[in-house]
């Protein structure tokens, strides 16, 4: 198994902060976990809101639990699924967050998940475009959900 290192969590983090500022975005929260669920970088920009930690936490760690990226969680939570969103989250204590922005990180084209990044602060899916952009600046695979 590949594990995602601190070296490379360190790239994701400011590299989508990065992506941020030049598409002068509203303060953003990024937060990249291993693929045990566990924090291994969170950088918070000045003036982000007080929750962004805990909805980039929930984007990341929903995808890691779901197996899939935010964009296909928010469709199906959006899909009508709501008893099984409910359900899904009182399993999850209230962890989860089906939006995109939560962004699986695969170790290559269609490898093994090492990891993902949730990112709070802007819209969705400009967060999700600030994940991805991290991901691929430190040389791996994005996952966003979404079947293109």
Request: charged fraction near 20%; include cysteine.
């Amino acid at each position: 198994m590949t594990a995602l290192t601190l070296a490379q969590a360190s790239v994701i983090v400011d590299k989508a902060l990065e992506k941020g500022r030049e598409l002068k975005l509203q303060p953003l929260t990024v937060v990249v976990l291993d693929a045990g669920g566990h924090m291994v970088a969170m950088k918070r920009e000045d003036r982000s809101g007080i929750l962004r930690a805990q909805i980039a936490t929930g984007k990341a760690w929903g995808t890691l639990g779901m197996g899939f990226g935010g964009r296909e969680f928010a469709r199906r939570a959006a899909g009508g699924g709501g008893l099984f969103l409910t359900a899904l989250m009182a399993a999850s204590e209230g962890r989860i967050v089906p939006a995109p922005g939560g962004v699986l990180i695969r170790a290559g084209q269609g490898g093994e998940v090492v990891g993902a990044a949730g990112i709070s602060g802007d819209t969705s899916d400009k967060d999700e475009i600030c994940a991805v952009h991290g991901i691929e600046s430190a040389g791996l695979v994005a996952d966003t959900g979404d079947p293109a």
